[in-house]
């Protein structure tokens, strides 16, 4: 079959444009390939294999959770020699993992940032499918979603008309200018045509928490949230405060029932989910300012956000990783279904 295309005499090709987006893809893997690395672990379902990257000349490393988040035995192969891997924090909430490996001077990616980026723009990742070589995979941006299959994410994430293979997830996502804007966390079908990434400021984020306090710290003023029914105020905001919490920051900070949130930490709020988006860039123990409107007033309420109550201590993963592998290891049969010890929530 031959395709052709009828144009005016200033429009370029179909042809042109895709040949110019392979030119700089091909050049722009060239630059990069060296600081993508492969990475393998074991877990009690056996070998895992997925991809990750060094975001500095240390030896830092990000993949993904399902890789590296609950595993041992985690390997990063790098210039041809295999590196044990210390895993740094494991993220179970943003699927981030960040590893360290005891060499310097590591090639490293740049870190971009998404919000430059709108659907259809043209991405591309570097990846290792399984045991094959590095491989780049390109695509479109095909949207940013806040949920997937009726549950919500737990930060909007970038979704990519993209190839993503098994051992792929972890690899970076790139923009045109060879800068990271987010990491390959899932695929969402079995083909893998199409799938999820993390925002690189969202994992940005969780690193920088273990940078300042050694672990992740996700904040919470606990303030529940709901749509009005009513559709948008004149503030243009649907989310309205419905039940508050004893002692939680907001109810403390003096928030009503009824209160229509107009703003929370500097991001504006239309709807109820935009609080998932700016929860999530909220760190235990920051002071972070919440404006609404109640009756005719405007207000804004200053609350201190605390460690996330809900969610399960981060120091606590590695201990129980570890008594867990030694005490299977010692010929007790495996739990099952692969079910792992359970994580007690702590404020």
Known sequence: MVWTQTAGPDAPSAATSLGTIGDEVRALFEKSRRAVVRVT????HGSLAGTGFFVNPNGTVFTTYSVAGESWNVIVEFADKKYPAVRLL???????????????GTPFLPLGTPADLTVAVPIFSIGYPLDLPVTPNVGFIAGFDQKYLGRYLS???LRANLPAHRG????????MKGEVVGILVARMDSAGNTCFALPIHAARKVFQDYEHWGVPR???VGVN?????????TEGSEAVVRGLIEDAP???????????????????????ADMIDASFFLTGGNKVALKVRRGAEILTLEMQAIDNPTLPASNQLNELIEAERFKYADGEPAPPDGKRLKLEAKP
């Open 41 to 44: 672990a074991d877990d009690f």
């Open 90 to 104: 494991a993220d179970e909430r943003s699927g981030l993992a960040v590893l360290k490996i005891s060499t310097s």
């Open 155 to 157: 930060t909007t994430h």
């Open 168 to 175: 792929e997830q972890g690899a970076p996502l790139l923009n």
């Open 225 to 233: 949230i709901v749509a009005s029914g009513g559709g948008f105020d």
């Open 218 to 220: 996700p904040g919470w």
């Open 250 to 272: 907001a109810t403390v900070a003096g928030v009503e029932e009824g209160d229509v949130i107009l703003e929370f930490g500097g991001m504006a709020i239309r709807k109820p």
